[in-house]
């Protein structure tokens, strides 16, 4: 079985800094890509950013210059360190990845951190 556990969430004042963390663990043979996606009330859920195991990554224009996604592969772990928040940026932030597992490969999802900004 292979999970991803994400921490690092929690309430912010705007213009603060938050860093997220995703964590994948299982009988994992390897990791195609790590993103994390975010999801406000009433909204649907939308990519923020997303790396490749090659270390390439891409961002949604609406976080671009302030957040950056790098990863770990040693440790499958991905990190997004998010700064200059704003109150927008409120949402329950999850990570998703694509791993090779046990012959086969899945689309798996963390539970979720709360991100709130807020003064």
């Known amino acids: 079985q292979v999970q991803l556990v994400e921490s690092g969430g929690g309430l912010v004042q705007p213009g603060g800094s938050l860093r997220l963390s995703c964590a994948a663990s299982?009988?994992?043979?390897?990791?195609?890509?790590m993103g994390w996606y975010r999801q406000a009330p009433g909204k649907e859920r939308e990519l923020v950013a997303r790396i490749t195991s090659g270390g390439s990554p891409n961002y949604a224009d609406s976080v671009k210059g302030r957040f950056t996604i790098s990863g770990d592969n040693a440790k499958n772990t991905a990190y997004l360190q998010m700064n200059s928040l704003k109150p927008e940026d409120t949402a329950v932030y999850y990570c998703n990845a694509g791993i090779y597992y046990s012959g086969s490969y899945g689309d798996v999802w963390g539970r979720g951190t709360q991100v709130t900004v807020s003064s």
């Open positions: 299982g009988s994992i043979f390897s990791i195609n890509a």
